[in-house]
């Protein structure tokens, strides 16, 4: 089993930043991609960003390109994203998720291992 624990999460003012983190711990060698989804209130969890454990490919949704980096740190077991130029339409709960299949992926329903979110509210 693979637990994942976001953190990082909070109130920012619209054109504000932030950087949410999700640490792995467990069977962690299982886990192929990274990724960070989001969901606000009625809405479908969606994709936000994507990286490789072992290659450190990336990919974002067109939502957030040229706002958002994510990227890993190997020692710590531990994926960033860097959220910048925050929108109100930003708000939502955000997940952290690990896929074990060892192709890249970026869809929803591929990835196994969950965490429990971090609230991020942009307000405008």
């Known amino acids: 089993q693979v637990q994942l624990v976001e953190s990082g999460g909070g109130l920012v003012q619209t054109g504000g930043s932030l950087r949410l983190s999700c640490l792995a711990s467990g069977r962690t060698s299982q886990v192929y991609t990274l990724g960070w989804f989001r969901q606000a209130p009625g809405k479908d969890r969606e994709f936000v960003a994507a990286i490789s454990w072992n290659s450190g490919r990336t990919e974002y949704a067109d939502s957030v390109q040229g706002r958002c980096t994510i990227s890993r740190d190997n020692a710590k077991n531990t994926v960033y994203v860097q959220l910048n130029n925050l929108k109100p339409e930003d708000t939502a709960v955000y997940y952290c998720?690990?896929?074990?299949?060892?192709?890249?992926?970026?869809?929803?329903?591929?990835?196994?291992?969950w965490g429990q979110g971090a609230q991020v509210t942009v307000s405008s």
């Open positions: 998720a690990g896929d074990r299949n060892y192709l890249f992926t970026t869809s929803r329903d591929d990835f196994d291992y």
